[in-house]
């Protein structure tokens, strides 16, 4: 549990999924600060990586340099907390 401006406790939370365009991933991420977001495909390679801004609830894209296709994509939240989150493409 992280703590927030007033002292107050507050729980990380961390969604990915395919974008409405099936050419990007969109994670929503929340009390994670400068958070940095990497995805990667199933083999291990890096894809695209983005980084929060201040607190609060964001909306992150991850635009790889090429379309995804089928399969099965991981993203890694590092920052305040690391977190990971895992999504499969169908088509």
């Known amino acids: 549990m992280?703590?927030?401006?007033?002292?107050?406790a507050s729980?990380?939370?961390f969604t990915l999924g395919v974008a409405a365009d099936?050419?990007?991933?969109?994670?929503?991420?929340?009390?994670?600060?400068?958070?940095r977001?990497?995805?990667?495909?199933?083999?291990g390679r890096s894809l695209a990586?983005?980084?929060?801004?201040?607190g609060g609830v964001q909306t992150l894209r991850l635009l790889p340099a090429s379309r995804p296709t089928p399969g099965l994509y991981f993203a890694r939240l590092t920052?305040?907390?690391?977190?990971t989150r895992r999504v499969v493409v169908l088509r």
């Not at 992280?2 to 107050?8: F, K, P, V």
């Not at 099936?22 to 958070?35: D, N, T, V």
């Not at 990586?49 to 201040?54: I, L």
């Open 11 to 13: 729980t990380p939370s």
């Open 37 to 43: 977001v990497e995805l990667f495909d199933v083999a």
């Open 2 to 8: 992280l703590r927030d401006a007033t002292g107050g």
């Open 22 to 35: 099936h050419a990007s991933f969109e994670c929503r991420i929340s009390a994670l600060p400068g958070a």
């Open 79 to 83: 920052g305040p907390a690391t977190l």
């Open 49 to 54: 990586t983005a980084r929060a801004g201040g």
